[in-house]
């Protein structure tokens, strides 16, 4: 089994919708041949809990908008650490960046193959890494 149309078509959406609000390191797993509760994953993160708000906000809205799809569940919304958007055939994980890097959630999914993202997306690889070390940067200019 693989990935529906319908799934990548959100997939894109959802990845552009992040994009387009700075997330960092966006990337969607095709997820179908070992999980039968959804075809994929898609992981962004971004450096603060205000960010990973406005992310999952453009992503609901984007996807209700433009593809008539409303999550069945939206979880961790208070803390906005990590929120977790479940549209069954796809799940978004918007992660503030500390807990991008504790939970590691590529590991958990490195074999399942990688589905192609628009080139908004796939360009925000890297990001979280760049990031951090412009904010070291100028920690070390501060001091």
Same mark, same amino acid.
């Given at each position: 089994?693989?990935?529906t149309?319908?799934?990548n078509?959100l997939?894109?959406?959802?990845a552009? =919708?992040a994009a387009?609000k700075l997330?960092?390191?966006i990337?969607a797993?095709?997820v179908?041949?070992v999980l039968?509760?959804t075809?994929?994953? *898609?992981?962004?993160?971004a450096?603060?809990?205000?960010? &990973?708000?406005?992310?999952v906000d453009?992503?609901?809205e984007?996807?209700?908008?433009e593809?008539?799809?409303k999550?069945?569940?939206?979880?961790g919304?208070?803390?906005?650490?990590? &929120?977790?958007?479940?549209? &069954?055939d796809?799940?978004v994980?918007?992660?503030?960046?500390e807990?991008?890097?504790f939970? =590691? *959630?590529?590991? *958990?999914w490195?074999?399942?193959?990688e589905?192609e993202l628009?080139?908004?997306a796939?360009?925000t690889?890297?990001?979280?890494?760049?990031h951090a070390?412009?904010e070291?940067?100028?920690?070390g200019?501060?001091?």
């Amino acid at each position: 089994m693989t990935v529906t149309d319908r799934s990548n078509e959100l997939i894109n959406a959802a990845a552009q =919708a992040a994009a387009d609000k700075l997330a960092h390191d966006i990337i969607a797993y095709d997820v179908s041949e070992v999980l039968s509760i959804t075809d994929a994953f *898609l992981l962004a993160s971004a450096p603060n809990d205000r960010q &990973v708000k406005s992310i999952v906000d453009e992503i609901e809205e984007r996807l209700n908008k433009e593809l008539g799809a409303k999550p069945v569940r939206r979880e961790g919304d208070r803390e906005a650490r990590w &929120v977790l958007l479940d549209y &069954v055939d796809i799940v978004v994980h918007v992660q503030h960046s500390e807990e991008r890097v504790f939970y =590691a *959630l590529e590991r *958990l999914w490195k074999d399942c193959p990688e589905l192609e993202l628009p080139a908004d997306a796939a360009a925000t690889r890297g990001k979280a890494e760049e990031h951090a070390r412009a904010e070291g940067d100028e920690d070390g200019e501060l001091s």
